[in-house]
């Protein structure tokens, strides 16, 4: 495999992990803010889930954005200019 197909791989792994550890984050949040009286268990499995599948989401953003980022850069670059012939 080249290099250019193991850094959109490594990119891809970073940013799912990334995505799901701020959805993992995030529910430690909401555990915490919420009451365990107000809560059953599947009210708290339903929103791990629900967090988790968030943070996934976030996490493809990320990757998109990753990809997209060098090719919109490519886009604004000066184009190169032929030395004028004498």
Same mark, same amino acid.
């Given at each position: 495999?080249?290099?250019?197909?193991?850094?959109?791989?490594?990119?891809?792994?970073?940013?799912?992990?990334? #995505?799901? #550890?701020?959805?993992?984050?995030?529910? =430690?949040?909401w555990?915490?803010?919420? $009451? $365990?009286?107000?809560?059953?268990?599947?009210?708290?499995?339903?929103?791990?889930?629900?967090?988790? =599948?968030? =943070?996934?989401?976030?996490g493809?953003?990320?990757?998109?954005?990753?990809?997209?980022?060098?090719?919109?850069?490519?886009?604004?670059? $000066?184009?190169?200019?032929? $030395?004028?012939?004498?």
């Amino acid at each position: 495999m080249s290099r250019r197909v193991w850094g959109i791989l490594v990119l891809m792994l970073l940013s799912l992990v990334l #995505g799901v #550890g701020a959805g993992e984050f995030f529910f =430690g949040i909401w555990l915490k803010t919420v $009451p $365990p009286a107000m809560t059953t268990n599947f009210n708290t499995g339903s929103a791990h889930a629900a967090f988790l =599948g968030s =943070g996934a989401v976030v996490g493809v953003v990320f990757f998109l954005w990753g990809l997209l980022s060098p090719v919109i850069a490519m886009m604004f670059r $000066p184009k190169k200019t032929e $030395p004028a012939r004498p």
